[in-house]
């Protein structure tokens, strides 16, 4: 196959298919996406995939989230209502969940955490510039509105957790749409949304890697305090270290040569 042709670059970013023939089983297409040549050819229904390097780096930021354990240990203790009168509402047992009042249970896979959850934004370096957390068991879809505010970014990234119509709505007046695509019911994936999620995906290691950092180097896998407020100080700390310690790591120090005598 060979392809030929004159492509010009606009005031607005250039993305789109250029050309594409065949379907998912056998097929191909060339397309732009991000500021980059993408080749993608399909044999058999297996998919190779070949990128180009980005000429010039577009800004945007990556938002993701990750499980803090609780500091306390976990217990459930139910205080029954006091009786009361007959014409009074009555009272719901109230249930404590541990020492530490704020932090909540949640279930991921077959592990069951007793804690909080962090949030993170950085740009396409992996330096963090906002944090956000929440007890555990609150979803991370509502909390997609907080995470962008004060953005400057062309584009947001973000993985399927923050796939809704809402946050799709929110993104217009803000940056494009990099949220990663989501099957529903009786509706899977098209090949070009699956493509898609795969370029994202390619990306969004970067906040991953310093939610890595942040737990391996400080400390960030289990909560050092008791209660929300305490956690998201240590958090913010944490993610502090972890953008001085990146910063740390790009200086290149030459030795000079000494003259000879």
């Not at 062309?154 to 949220?179: F, M, P």
């Not at 994936?189 to 991953?208: D, G, H, P, W, Y």
Request: net charge positive; proline share 5%; with cysteine.
């Amino acid at each position: 196959i060979a392809i030929r042709m004159i492509v010009s670059k606009g005031n607005n970013p250039m993305d789109g298919i250029l050309v594409a023939s065949g379907n998912n089983t056998n097929g191909y297409s060339l397309y732009i996406f991000e500021d980059a040549l993408h080749f993608a050819v399909a044999q058999d229904e297996k998919l190779t995939l070949i990128s180009t390097k980005k000429p010039l780096p577009e800004e945007q930021f990556i938002i993701d989230a990750t499980l803090v354990e609780s500091a306390a240990r976990p217990r459930t203790h139910i205080e029954a209502p006091q009786d009361r009168a007959e014409p009074d509402t009555p009272n719901d047992p109230e249930v404590y969940y541990s020492a530490d009042p704020d932090a909540r249970w949640v279930k991921k896979g077959s592990k069951s955490t007793l804690g909080y959850k962090a949030f993170a934004r950085t740009d396409e370096e992996g330096f963090i510039d906002r944090v956000h957390t929440t007890p555990a068991n609150r979803g991370e879809s509502p909390e997609f509105e907080h995470m962008i505010k004060g953005t400057a970014a062309q584009r947001v990234l973000a993985d399927k957790a923050y796939a809704s119509k809402a946050n799709r709505e929110r993104l217009r007046s803000h940056a494009r749409d990099g949220i990663m695509r989501k099957a529903a019911r009786g509706r899977p994936l098209r090949a070009s949304e699956k493509r898609f999620n795969t370029l994202i995906s390619k990306q969004r290691f970067r906040v991953e890697q310093c939610f890595g950092t942040m737990k391996r180097l400080f400390g960030l896998h289990r909560a050092r305090y008791f209660g929300q407020a305490k956690t998201h100080a240590q958090l913010a700390m944490a993610a502090i270290s972890q953008n001085l310690l990146k910063a740390a790591n790009k200086i290149k120090i030459t030795p000079k040569a000494h003259k000879a005598a």
